[in-house]
């Protein structure tokens, strides 16, 4: 049985701390912001390499041979972002100048994906939706 294209079965919530600790990501009710540097400051890849054998239990085979062979810094932050959306968090990203050297942000936030904001979307579009028709309208 699967959950979603890349997971068996959902990730443990304690599988899911050990991993944002691995990303210095310690209050899980905040927004939390990391670049590349502070993961190689704070050894993410290493501590991720040793949770990977009990991440692979969870992935599709053909999704853990592809995303858990050979980790490196951005294969970390692919399979963060692919175990914080099971657990209704978006890891977004942020590029900025400093001293002239273009960094990445990535930013966690809580996923407010609700269906009172698809509405607020549609009506953003200008578009209706009645039971068998769609009504657009042009400004």
Same mark, same amino acid.
């Given at each position: 049985m699967k959950i979603n294209q890349l997971f068996k079965i959902n990730v443990p919530y304690e599988l899911f701390i050990? @991993?944002? #600790?691995?990303f210095g990501f310690i209050n899980l009710s905040e927004d939390y912001t990391f %670049?590349? @540097?502070d993961l190689d400051r704070i050894n993410t @890849?290493?501590?991720? #390499?040793n949770l990977k054998d009990e991440l692979y239990q969870y992935y599709i085979p053909c999704k853990a041979k592809l995303y858990l062979a050979n980790l490196d810094l951005n294969k970390c932050i692919t399979l963060f972002r692919q175990i914080l959306r099971l657990n209704n968090k978006v890891l977004s990203s942020k590029q900025k100048y400093v001293k002239h050297k273009k960094i990445t942000f990535y930013i966690i936030k809580k996923n407010d994906d609700d269906d009172d904001d698809n509405d607020n979307m549609r009506d953003n579009q200008h578009m209706v939706? #009645? #039971?068998d028709h769609?009504?657009? %309208?042009?400004s």
């Amino acid at each position: 049985m699967k959950i979603n294209q890349l997971f068996k079965i959902n990730v443990p919530y304690e599988l899911f701390i050990k @991993l944002c #600790n691995a990303f210095g990501f310690i209050n899980l009710s905040e927004d939390y912001t990391f %670049s590349k @540097l502070d993961l190689d400051r704070i050894n993410t @890849l290493e501590m991720v #390499n040793n949770l990977k054998d009990e991440l692979y239990q969870y992935y599709i085979p053909c999704k853990a041979k592809l995303y858990l062979a050979n980790l490196d810094l951005n294969k970390c932050i692919t399979l963060f972002r692919q175990i914080l959306r099971l657990n209704n968090k978006v890891l977004s990203s942020k590029q900025k100048y400093v001293k002239h050297k273009k960094i990445t942000f990535y930013i966690i936030k809580k996923n407010d994906d609700d269906d009172d904001d698809n509405d607020n979307m549609r009506d953003n579009q200008h578009m209706v939706v #009645n #039971n068998d028709h769609v009504v657009l %309208s042009f400004s």
